[in-house]
C-alpha cells in the first residue's frame, strides 16, 4: 500500500499527515480550499465491508503535509484486533469542487492486540487520541525507543495521486514532457563519450542495488556482454526469470535518483529481437512512444541522455529485450537510490493480451492500468499461447506452472490473472477445475493479496466463443477473486463492432482497436482496455 501504518490497541492514534504530490512528483496540490476529502476503511479479510466513512476532522493545507486526518474514538469503535495484527485497507479521497476532478491514493492500518494479549473487543481499548503525537503505554516493557521512532515516522509518508478524472471521457495517458532531454543511441560496444566519465553504477558486491531500484521481471544477466564483465557479485538479489519466452521479452525498470547534466546507460541487449527502451524524467516519458534498438544479443550500447541544467531528477529506463548493465558520468555528479514509495506492488499473470502482442510490452493493457492509477512496482508476466490448460510451445508451461515463480515469488500487494482465450478448446469443466487450482494457490500463499480475475480479452470477432471461457474461469473463481471484470458481456461488450485496423467497417470501436490481426489490439485498444479495467478497480475500491 502506499502508506502503511501499524497500531497496537493500548497506544494512543495520532493525526495522519500526508505529503500529496502533483505529477512531477515534487509540487505540492494545494488543498487549502476548494477541495472535500473522505476516508473509507474495510477490513481485509472477510467480512470485507466498509466499517469506517470519514468526512470530518480531515483538514487540507497548501504546504507539507498537505493533507492531514486526525482521528477520534468514534472512528476507531467498530475495529477489531488480533494477536497477529487484523488489516484494514483504507482510501483517501479528494474532490475538487469547482470542476469534480477526483483523485484518490491507499493507506493500510494493521491493529494488533497488545503483546501478551489475545483479540479483546472494540468497547474495551484502552485508546485515547491526541492532537499529533504517539503516547505508548510501555507499563508491560515491551516497547522500546525504536519502536516509537518507527511508528512516528510512519505518520508521514509521501505518495503520488492516482492521477484519473471519474468521468466518462477517456482518461488521458501520461502527458510527455514539453521539455525532454537529448536522448542518443550509441553503437556498438562504443567508449564513452562524456569527458572525463566513470563507472558509476555497478561495483563489486552489488552497487548497483545500492543506487538503482529495479522493478519488473526479469533477471540482469551481464556475464555474456563482450567487453562487460560480471561483477555484480553473490550477494545481488533479483526476482527470478519469468518462465519461457517472457523472460527475454520481460519488462523491466531502473530507477534512480541523480544531478548528472549528463549520463550514459550500458544497455546490453539480450536477443535477437530489436531492444525497446523509453527514458521517463519525474514520472513523465521524455517521449510519446517506445523507441528501438538494434536486435543483437549479447552486445552493449551506450545511451546517453543530457539535460538543459544540473538540478535533482527522479530518472526511469524502462527496457525490453534488454538489460542495464551501468551508468556512467563525470564523478562530480551524484546517484542516490529514490526514497518514495511506488505504490502496491502489482503482478500480472496472462496471455499474450498481457505481453502487448503486436505493440511494445510497455503498452500492454496491464501497463497501461496501472500508468492511470499511478502504480509503476509492476510485474507484468504476460506469455503469448498460454492459458490456464494450453501451456503453449517452446518450452513454456500453464498459468498454474509458472504461478509461482513469476507471480507468488514477487509477493505482490495485488495479483491479476488475465486469460482464457488459448483454452477455447477445452471442456468448461476442466478450466473450472484448474483455475480453481490456480487461484487457491495464489490465495493460499498470499492470504492478504487483493485477486483480480479478468475475463478473456478479445475482439469483437471472438466473444461469443469465449463467453462460455470465462463463464468457466469465473466459476473457478469464486471464493478466492476479490474482483472479477467481465469484458465481454453480450449486453455490454468492451469491443464491438465487426472491423479491424485496415478494414473498417464503421459499426463500432473494433475499427481503431482491434489490430490487422482480427484477434489482438491496436496501441489505443490496449489503451482503452487499460482504462477500463482502471475504472473497474477503482469502482471497487469506491
Known sequence: MLANVTFYNDQE??????????????????????????????????????VLLKSTGITGASTSPNLSIAWSTTDWSGLEAS??????????????????????????????????????????????????????????GYYTETTVEAVLAEQVTKFEPM???????????????????????????????????????????GALATFVR?????????????GLSNTLGASQTWITDPVGAAAVRGTQQFEFMTDALE????????????????????????????SAGAGSGNVYYALKVVFASSTPRLVRLETEYATVHSVWAHPTYSFWKPQDRLGPRIAILGDSFTEGS??????????????????????????????????????????RGRVANDIIDAVPD????????????????????????????????????????????????????????????????????????????????????????GATTGNGNADIYVNTDGVHYTRLGYQYAGHRVAQAVLDYLF
Open 13 to 50: 492514534l495520532p493525526t495522519t499527515d500526508l505529503i500529496w504530490t502533483q505529477p512531477d512528483g515534487t509540487s505540492l496540490y494545494n488543498f487549502s480550499s476548494g477541495w472535500t476529502f473522505s476516508v473509507r476503511l474495510a477490513r481485509v479479510t472477510a467480512p470485507a465491508t466498509t
Open 83 to 140: 494477536t497477529n495484527g487484523t488489516k484494514y485497507v483504507g482510501v483517501v479521497y479528494a474532490r475538487r469542487t469547482a470542476d469534480s476532478y477526483d483523485m484518490a491514493a491507499n493507506i493500510s492500518l494493521t491493529l494488533k492486540a497488545a503483546p501478551g494479549t489475545s483479540a479483546v473487543s472494540p468497547s474495551s481499548y484502552p485508546i485515547t487520541v491526541t492532537a499529533a503525537s504517539v503516547t505508548l503505554a510501555d507499563t508491560a
Open 163 to 205: 492521477n484519473i478524472v471519474r468521468s466518462t471521457q477517456i482518461y488521458t495517458a501520461p502527458q510527455v514532457m514539453s521539455s525532454p532531454p537529448t536522448i542518443t543511441l550509441g553503437t556498438a560496444f562504443a567508449a564513452s563519450t562524456i569527458t572525463g566519465s566513470t563507472q558509476r553504477l555497478l561495483g563489486p558486491s
Open 214 to 226: 529495479h522493478f519488473g521481471g526479469g533477471t540482469p544477466s551481464f556475464t555474456t556482454a563482450a
Open 263 to 290: 549520463f550514459e546507460y550500458r544497455i546490453c541487449c539480450l536477443t535477437t529481437s530489436a531492444m525497446r527502451y523509453r527514458v521517463w524524467v519525474d514520472n513523465q516519458p521524455a517521449t510519446a512512444d517506445v
Open 358 to 399: 503486436t505493440v511494445a510490452s510497455h503498452h500492454a493493457w496491464s501497463w497501461e492500468m496501472c500508468n492511470r492509477l499511478g502504480w509503476r512496482d509492476v510485474y507484468n508476466c504476460g506469455l503469448g499461447g498460454t492459458g490456464y490448460l494450453n501451456s503453449g510451445t517452446g518450452g513454456q508451461t500453464t498459468f
Open 414 to 501: 495485488w495479483v491479476f490473472v488475465e486469460g482464457g482465450y488459448n483454452d477455447t478448446g477445452s471442456s468448461s469443466s476442466a478450466i473450472t477445475a484448474e483455475a480453481a487450482l490456480l487461484f487457491a494457490q495464489i490465495r493460499t500463499a498470499l492470504p492478504s493479496c487483493k485477486l483480480v480475475v479478468l475475463s478473456p480479452l478479445a475482439s469483437s470477432n471472438t466473444i461469443a466463443s469465449l463467453q462460455t471461457v470465462r463463464d468457466a474461469v469465473f466459476a473457478g473463481a469464486v471464493g478466492y477473486a476479490d474482483l472479477t471484470i467481465d469484458m465481454i458481456s453480450s449486453t455490454n461488450p468492451w469491443i464491438f463492432g465487426t472491423g479491424k485496423s
